[in-house]
Nanobody, 117 residues
Framework: QVQLVESGGGLVQTGESLRLSCAASESILSFGAVGWYRQALGKERESVATITNLGNTNYADSVKGRFTISRDIAKKMVVLQMNNLKPEDTAVYYC???????????WGQGTQVTVSS
């Protein structure tokens, strides 16, 4: 059973940084893409950043230039480095892996990020 476990959330002030990690139970190359999504209270879940198995990355406009997604294949981990955080970044952040066979999405349990003004 595929497991994705997020860590690294917390409470920070505006302008500070956080580093979120997603540890996978299987090789991250077994996914067509792994991404970070977030859901703020009362809002729909949205894509934040994704990285494909080829290493291509994509970002939401709201985080471009501030967030960086990367991967460590050997450690089966995908990391989201978040800099210059803003209150509007406050949300539960989820790691997700996508496989085209099915297709099927796998989700972690989420980690809370709170940015105070």
């Amino acid at each position: 059973q595929v497991q994705l476990v997020e860590s690294g959330g917390g409470l920070v002030q505006t302008g500070e940084s956080l580093r979120l990690s997603c540890a996978a139970s299987e090789s991250i190359l077994s996914f067509g893409a792994v991404g970070w999504y977030r859901q703020a209270l009362g809002k729909e879940r949205e894509s934040v950043a994704t990285i494909t198995n080829l290493g291509n990355t994509n970002y939401a406009d709201s985080v471009k230039g501030r967030f960086t997604i990367s991967r460590d294949i050997a450690k089966k981990m995908v990391v989201l480095q978040m800099n210059n955080l803003k209150p509007e970044d406050t949300a539960v952040y989820y790691c997700s892996g996508f496989r085209s066979l099915g297709p099927q999405w796998y989700w972690g349990q989420g980690t809370q990020v709170t940015v105070s003004s």
